[in-house]
C-alpha cells in the first residue's frame, strides 16, 4: 500500500471512488435519502479541489493505492459543517479530520489506521496538537468508539430515530 498526496490526475477516479464508497456505506446504513450520495461526493470533491488548487493552506489530503487502485482517503481541513454547526465558533481555528472513506474490498485491513496515523504526522509537523473527528455512520462510530474513546458530544437522533452524530477531540501522541 502507497499512501501520497492526490495530484490532478486522480480526480476523476476520487470521484468514481468516492461515488462507490458513499453509496456502499449507504446502503449498509439504511440511507435512503434520494440525493444523499450525489451531495456527499460534491462536497467530498470539493474539498479536494480546494486542497488541489492550494496545497499549502489549512487542509491536506491523502489517498491510500494498493498498485493503481485507489483504496482509501483522508483529509484534514479547519473545523466546519456539523462540527462547527453543533460546537460553534469555540472551533473555529481548530482543525478536523475528515473524508475517510476505505473500499469496501479493504476494509478491517489496516487501510484506515495506516492513513491516520500519516495524517497525524503531518499535523504533528504543522505543530497541531489536538483535532476533531465526527461521524454519523454507525459502523464508523464503532470504530472510532475503540481508536479515540467516547465521544466528546453525541448529538441524539440527528438523522433519524436511533441515528446519532457523534463529535471526538483528541490529542496528537
Known amino acids: 500500500m502507497l499512501i501520497r498526496k492526490p495530484v490532478e490526475i486522480d480526480i476523476s477516479r ?6 462507490l464508497v458513499i453509496s456502499d ?6 440511507i435512503e435519502e434520494d440525493d444523499f450520495v450525489l451531495e456527499e461526493v460534491k462536497s467530498k470533491m470539493e474539498v479536494l479541489k480546494n486542497y488541489l488548487q492550494e496545497p499549502d493552506k489549512d ?3 491523502l489517498t491510500a493505492l ?9 483529509s484534514s481541513t479547519l473545523c466546519g459543517g456539523k462540527i462547527l454547526e ?3 465558533n469555540k472551533v473555529e481555528r481548530e482543525f ?6 476505505i473500499h469496501p474490498d479493504y476494509q478491517r485491513k ?3 489506521t495506516n492513513l491516520f496515523n ?3 504526522k503531518i499535523l504533528k509537523n504543522r505543530e497541531i496538537i489536538k483535532f476533531y473527528l465526527d461521524s454519523g455512520y454507525i459502523e464508523a462510530q464503532k470504530y472510532w468508539k475503540k481508536k479515540l474513546g467516547s465521544p466528546l458530544f453525541v448529538e441524539k437522533n440527528c438523522w433519524g430515530e436511533g441515528v446519532d452524530h457523534m463529535i471526538w477531540k483528541s490529542s496528537l501522541n
Not at 25 to 30: D, F, H, L
Not at 96 to 101: H, M, S, T
Request: no cysteine; hydrophobic share 40%; aromatic share 8%.
Open 59 to 61: 487542509s491536506r489530503f
Open 14 to 19: 476520487l470521484q468514481d471512488f468516492l461515488e
Open 86 to 88: 453543533l460546537l460553534g
Open 66 to 74: 494498493d498498485g493503481k487502485k485507489i483504496i482509501g482517503t483522508i
Open 25 to 30: 456505506t449507504s446502503k449498509k446504513e439504511g
Open 96 to 101: 478536523q479530520i475528515g473524508i475517510i472513506y
Open 118 to 120: 500519516e495524517m497525524n
Open 110 to 112: 489496516g487501510v484506515a
